[in-house]
C-alpha cells in the first residue's frame, strides 16, 4: 500500500531527476580523482551514456534498481498501485536498456552498469575496483 495519495505520489515522481543524480556526480567526482576524463550524456551515443571514457571505448550507465530493474534486488520491488502502468512503464525501461547495450557492443563500446545498491563495491579501495573495471576487465559488459 502506498504511503501517498495518488497526487501526492504524482508530485513525487515527477520531481525525480534523470541526470545529474547524486550518485552520478559522487561517480565523477571519484573517476576525476582517479585522473580519468570524459564526458556526459553524449546524445550522439545509444541511450546517452551517464558517462562515456573515450580514451578507454567505455561508457558509464549509473543505474537506479527501481527505475531500472536490478534483478534480484529489494529496492527493485514493483508498485502494488496502478499495476499495468507500472508494468508497461518498467518493462519498456529494462527492453530500452537491453537495445541501447546491444548497439553500443555492436559500435565496440564497453558498457559498465553500475547500480546504486552496490554503490560502495565500486568505491572500495577508494575507486580501485572501478578504476580496474575501465582499464582491464572485459566482463564488465555484463548487465549484472
Keep these: 500500500m ?10 513525487v515522481m515527477s520531481k525525480v531527476k534523470n541526470k545529474n543524480t547524486k550518485p552520478e556526480l559522487i561517480i565523477r567526482s571519484k ?20 558517462i562515456v571514457l573515450p580514451k578507454y571505448k567505455t561508457v558509464i550507465f549509473v543505474h537506479g534498481c527501481f527505475w531500472h530493474q536490478h534483478n534480484g534486488c529489494k529496492h527493485s ?6 499495476i499495468d502502468y507500472w508494468n508497461k512503464k518498467l518493462n519498456a525501461n ?19 552498469i553500475l547500480w546504486t545498491c552496490q554503490f560502495n563495491r565500486y ?6 575496483n572501478l578504476k580496474y573495471q575501465i582499464i582491464h576487465d572485459s ?5 549484472k
Design 94 to 112: 529494462m527492453a530500452r536498456d537491453q537495445q541501447n547495450f546491444r548497439l553500443l557492443d555492436q559500435l565496440g563500446w564497453k558498457v559498465i
Design 77 to 82: 520491488k514493483r508498485p502494488t498501485s496502478n
Design 139 to 143: 566482463s564488465a559488459s555484463s548487465n
Design 31 to 50: 573517476l576525476h580523482k582517479l585522473g580519468f576524463r570524459f564526458r556526459i550524456q553524449r546524445k550522439d551515443l545509444p541511450g546517452k551514456p551517464d
Design 123 to 128: 568505491l572500495d579501495n577508494d575507486g580501485e
Design 2 to 11: 502506498d504511503v501517498f495519495s495518488p497526487e501526492k505520489r504524482s508530485q
